[in-house]
Nanobody, 127 residues
Framework: QVQLVESGGGLVQAGGSLRLSCAASGRTFSRYGVAWFRQPPGRERDIVAAINWSDVSTYYADSVKGRFTISKDNAKNTVYLQMNSLKPEDTAVYYC????????????????????WGQGTQVTVSS
């Protein structure tokens, strides 16, 4: 398993930006697919963005397409989620997750596919 620690959350006004970071330890990140999920208060945890282990394919939820960007820096063992044009509905706890599953160049987006999770970081967007 790989250990994950998120950072970069906080309070921001609508229209602002934040960059979340997810630092990995215990295993090299280059062999893992990674995703960001979020969980608003009282709701289920949903996929936000994903990147496959070889960085050739990405996935974005419709609600964040064009605003969020996921990227992976294998040299730093870190994954980022750049969030621009933030909206109040983006308010949630954001979780980083990693999967050792690999299938061609595809990504994984279901929570059961991920064996490693961070502790989460709160993002609050005020109107």
């Amino acid at each position: 398993q790989v250990q994950l620690v998120e950072s970069g959350g906080g309070l921001v006004q609508a229209g602002g930006s934040l960059r979340l970071s997810c630092a990995a330890s215990g295993r090299t990140f280059s062999r893992y697919g990674v995703a960001w999920f979020r969980q608003p208060p009282g709701r289920e945890r949903d996929i936000v963005a994903a990147i496959n282990w070889s960085d050739v394919s990405t996935y974005y939820a419709d609600s964040v397409k064009g605003r969020f960007t996921i990227s992976k820096d294998n040299a730093k063992n870190t994954v980022y989620l750049q969030m621009n044009s933030l909206k109040p509905e983006d308010t949630a706890v954001y979780y980083c997750a990693a999967t050792a599953l690999r299938y061609d160049g595809t990504y994984f987006i279901r929570t059961p596919d991920f064996g490693s999770w961070g502790q989460g970081t709160q993002v609050t967007v005020s109107s």
